[in-house]
C-alpha cells in the first residue's frame, strides 16, 4: 500500500535554531517527492520538488534531502525564524497524475 | 498570495441546508481540484477538473456536487451534508494535470456542518 508517514507529528524549537523533519515512505513506483509548507489559515505552498536522480534541493533556508534507495527525505531548516511556524506536508508520485500526501509535521518556532 | 481565491473563507450550515464555494485562478491554469483537509489526516484529493472536464472524482458522497463552467472558476456544490463533512476545504490549480507540475493552493473554505 502506497503510504508516506512524517515525523515528528510535532515540534517546538527556539528562533534561531536548525531543525529536520523526515519523511519516510512506500510509494512505489517512485516519480517526484514534494514538500510543501502550510501556514495557518492558508493553502499549502511548494517548497521543493526532487525526482529520483535529485538527492538534494534547496530553497534558502530550507535543504531537502532524497535517499531513494531507503525511501526517505528530510527537509533541514536553517537559522529558524518565527515565520517558519507552519505545518510541512511531504508529498510522494507514483507517476503520472497521482499523488500521495503524508499527515504533515506541526513546527512551532518561539522567541 | 498565490493566485487562487475562494469564498467564502468561513461557512457555518445545517445539515439540510445547501451551499456553494466558489474558487477562481488568475494563473491561466488548465487543472482545477478540490481537496478535502481534516485534523490530523492527509489531503484527500475530491475531483479533478482536466480542460474543463472532470476526469477523476475519488468516490465523493453525492451530497457534494462540483462544477466547472470555465477554465477561471470551479465550485463545490453542497447539499444535506453531515456534521462528519466539517473541514478544511481547498482549491488548487496547475499548468496541466500531471504529478510534475506544482499545485498552486487557494486559502481554502473552513466550513462547519451543525
Known amino acids: 500500500k502506497n503510504q508516506v508517514e512524517q515525523s515528528p507529528q510535532s515540534l517546538i524549537i527556539l528562533e534561531g535554531k536548525n531543525c529536520t523533519l523526515q519523511?519516510?515512505?512506500?510509494?512505489?513506483?517512485?516519480?517526484?517527492l514534494r514538500w510543501y509548507k502550510q501556514d495557518t489559515g492558508r493553502g499549502p505552498v511548494s517548497l521543493t520538488i526532487m525526482t529520483f536522480s535529485e538527492n538534494t534541493k534547496s530553497n534558502g533556508r530550507y535543504t531537502a534531502t532524497l535517499d531513494a534507495d531507503t525511501k526517505q527525505s528530510s527537509l533541514h531548516i536553517t537559522a529558524s525564524q518565527l515565520s517558519d511556524s507552519a505545518s510541512y506536508i511531504c508529498?510522494?508520485?507514483?507517476?503520472?497524475?497521482?499523488?500521495?500526501f503524508g499527515t504533515g509535521t506541526r513546527l512551532q518556532v518561539f522567541p | 498570495e498565490t493566485g487562487v481565491t475562494q469564498t467564502p473563507r468561513h461557512l457555518v450550515m445545517g445539515m439540510t441546508n445547501k451551499k456553494s464555494l466558489k474558487c477562481e485562478q488568475h494563473l491561466g491554469h488548465n487543472a482545477m481540484y478540490w481537496y478535502k483537509q481534516s485534523a490530523k489526516k492527509p489531503l484527500e484529493l475530491m475531483f479533478v477538473y482536466s480542460l474543463e472536464e472532470r476526469v477523476e472524482n475519488n468516490s465523493v458522497p453525492s451530497r457534494f456536487s462540483p462544477e466547472c463552467p470555465n477554465s477561471s472558476h470551479l465550485f463545490l456544490h453542497l447539499h444535506t451534508l453531515q456534521p462528519e463533512d466539517s473541514a478544511l476545504y481547498l482549491c488548487?490549480?496547475?499548468?496541466?494535470?500531471?504529478?510534475?507540475?506544482?499545485?498552486?493552493f487557494g486559502p481554502g473554505t473552513r466550513l462547519l456542518v451543525l
Open positions: 519523511c519516510n515512505y512506500t510509494v512505489s513506483p517512485f516519480s517526484n
Open positions: 508529498v510522494v508520485s507514483p507517476g503520472k497524475d497521482k499523488l500521495i
Open positions: 488548487a490549480s496547475s499548468q496541466s494535470w500531471t504529478s510534475r507540475e506544482t499545485q498552486y
